[in-house]
């Protein structure tokens, strides 16, 4: 059966500051649902949280990039905004940057992935949603589980998968993109994706067959108007097992913490800290980082699940760990690599401060 699984998201309030979702948010976000499920737009869907974004995951028959499924999206939006409007919660419609949607949600402010495949017998899947970061999170993540058979020891004794994976990398600055192939060209790949502000990986494709294994949200990362005007809090989908890696190869990668770009303002590094959906709460300087998985199983399109894969007490070091790394960078303050380099901060005074100072410098 072909089907279609897309996952849009955002950020229409904040409950309290920054760091949460409204119940109330979450419900409406499920009723609008709902509706479009009875009226048959939706085969199946599912809505929940991470930190303050409010996920949408859609199964239905109509393709990637549908007006209709983008409409139901910015519809769902417009309505818990409204909602978070009359709770007066912190930020109400932020992602919303457009007045009226137009077709496509992209470039309207929320993030979206979305992949069609032919559902398997048996169809695993995994959702990843982060808060307080942005899509170059998923680059490290995303190379150890198809790339490295240190994470992924299917590369190597799984027969369906030794053939390897292609990555399709967009360049951010430019606005293009490149594919690479796993293993043969791992080497000129990591030259750009070791740098995930600029390169983001956006898909992954299985090289035997072409079937896609992976897809991010890559929806905000053009630089608008010059300057960033919030950082993604990007969503990625995994497919597993058989020729995919397993599921435990896939949650893998996040067992041991990296330092991503995000965490307060939008203009810091920190550690992105595995959790469960209850506990993507970013109090913290407004962090450190999260990322919840949502597992399911697909049944004619239907999401069995979910399961809360970050639940798990084998996170519980994981977590450990990056509330350590969390405490080594806040001893940083203000000062890099705590502080991203100037360019990447989403909040900057560094033109008017420039401005007020230029006159004092003096020639060396
Ligand atoms: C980071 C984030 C928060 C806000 C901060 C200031 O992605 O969302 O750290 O940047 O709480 O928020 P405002 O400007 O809305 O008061
Ligand atoms: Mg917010
Ligand atoms: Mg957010």
Redesign the pocket.
Known sequence: MGITLSVIKA?VGGYVG?SESHPDVIAKGDECLAKAKKEGLLVDYHVTKC???LQLIMTHQHGEGDEQIHRLAWDTFCAATEVAKKLKLHGAGQDLLADAFSGNIKGLGPGSAEMEFEEREAETIIIFMA??TSAGAWNMPLYKMFADPFNTIGLVIAENMHGGFAFEVLDVKESRKITFNAPDEIYDMLVFIGAPSRYVIRAVYHRDTGEIAAVSSTDKLALIAGRYVGKD?PVCIVRSQGQFPAVGEILEPFATPILVEGWMRGSHMGPLMPVSIPDSTPSRFDGPPRVVAVGFQLADGRLVGPRDMFADKAFNLARHDANLMANIMRHHGPFEPHRLPLDEMEYTTMPQVMKKVEGRFTDL
């Open positions: 950020d920054h930190g303050d974004d808060d307080k809090d």
